[in-house]
């Protein structure tokens, strides 16, 4: 900016090329992309605090390719649904609100097994089971909905509709391992360590659970003993679990009775 004849002239500068080497410029710039996506969930996710609005794979949820799979048309989607984009956020909110398949589970009696190890194995290999397996065609299942609902995740950083139907199933399936844990200690004679509680066991039985899954969308070999199949990563850490939270129940004590 400088003054001529009265009048104040503003001049533009053009930024200076970038003196960064240019793989530094490459990193600093994708640094910030992941940033601005970032930023870019955080929005999605408050704004649909506010509205129903898809996210994620269920924003680009195509109602003709929906409905061409029951040899329909897009117009029996929106006939229902109202639009495209009623139909994606009701799609949505039905994979994120999953607690009936909560119910569902059938774990394994502890009647059927000789020792308690046998009846925690025989539970994480069903569990393994239950989950997402690598390569697996989509279905209409559990392990599905849970991949549809990591996808979600992130906006549950910054969304109630995302986070409270997920923490809400967490909650039921954490009872309900409760109940098959307290089961299975009185079943073979066992108790819990000092200061450890049925909820602890079950919390940690269910983070472990699920951070195998993790890994059993990437692969289906352990990850760090390739080959054994990705069941064994989840039943080694259950045992440890189990091992760790449980010891032998100390006998009744009996009570002496006096001369009548």
Same mark, same amino acid.
């Given at each position: 900016?400088?003054?001529?004849?009265? =009048?104040?002239?503003?001049?533009?500068?053009?930024?200076?090329?970038?003196?960064?080497?240019?793989?530094?410029?490459?990193?600093?710039?994708?640094?910030?992309?992941?940033?601005?996506?970032?930023?870019?969930?955080?929005?999605? #996710?408050?704004?649909?605090?506010?509205?129903?609005?898809?996210?994620?794979?269920?924003?680009?949820?195509?109602?003709?390719?929906?409905?061409?799979?029951?040899?329909?048309?897009?117009?029996?989607?929106?006939?229902?649904?109202?639009?495209?984009?009623?139909?994606?956020?009701?799609?949505? #909110?039905?994979?994120?609100?999953?607690?009936?398949?909560?119910?569902?589970?059938?774990?394994?009696?502890p009647d059927?097994?000789?020792? #308690?190890?046998? =009846?925690?194995?025989?539970?994480?290999?069903?569990?393994?089971?239950?989950?997402?397996?690598?390569?697996?065609?989509?279905?209409?299942?559990?392990?599905?909905?849970?991949?549809?609902?990591?996808?979600?995740?992130?906006?549950?950083?910054?969304?109630?509709?995302?986070?409270?139907?997920?923490?809400?199933?967490?909650?039921?399936?954490?009872?309900?391992?409760?109940?098959?844990?307290?089961?299975?200690?009185?079943?073979?004679?066992?108790?819990?360590?000092?200061?450890?509680?049925?909820?602890?066991?079950?919390?940690?039985?269910?983070?472990?659970?699920?951070?195998?899954?993790?890994?059993?969308?990437?692969?289906?070999?352990?990850?760090?003993?390739?080959?054994?199949?990705?069941?064994?990563?989840?039943?080694?850490?259950?045992?440890?679990? =189990?091992?760790?939270?449980t010891r032998?129940?100390?006998?009744?004590?009996?009570?002496?009775?006096?001369? #009548?």
């Amino acid at each position: 900016m400088h003054e001529q004849e009265g =009048w104040i002239i503003v001049t533009s500068q053009k930024p200076g090329r970038s003196t960064l080497p240019k793989d530094v410029a490459r990193r600093r710039y994708i640094e910030i992309g992941e940033i601005v996506a970032l930023e870019q969930i955080r929005t999605d #996710a408050q704004t649909l605090d506010r509205q129903a609005l898809a996210v994620g794979p269920f924003a680009r949820l195509d109602a003709g390719a929906v409905a061409a799979h029951d040899g329909k048309t897009r117009g029996a989607i929106t006939n229902l649904f109202g639009s495209q984009a009623a139909f994606q956020a009701e799609t949505m #909110a039905l994979a994120l609100s999953v607690g009936d398949w909560i119910e569902e589970i059938e774990y394994p009696a502890p009647d059927d097994f000789p020792s #308690a190890e046998a =009846w925690i194995d025989a539970l994480l290999v069903g569990e393994s089971a239950r989950g997402p397996q690598r390569g697996a065609e989509p279905s209409s299942s559990y392990a599905f909905l849970w991949t549809l609902w990591l996808s979600a995740v992130p906006y549950g950083m910054w969304s109630e509709e995302v986070s409270r139907p997920s923490m809400e199933e967490h909650v039921l399936w954490v009872q309900k391992l409760e109940q098959v844990i307290r089961g299975a200690l009185g079943h073979f004679g066992l108790a819990l360590d000092s200061g450890v509680t049925v909820n602890d066991l079950a919390s940690a039985i269910a983070s472990l659970i699920e951070g195998v899954w993790l890994n059993q969308c990437l692969t289906t070999q352990h990850p760090s003993d390739p080959k054994e199949p990705i069941v064994t990563a989840l039943r080694r850490s259950g045992r440890l679990l =189990w091992r760790g939270a449980t010891r032998s129940a100390p006998p009744p004590s009996s009570q002496e009775s006096g001369p #009548a």
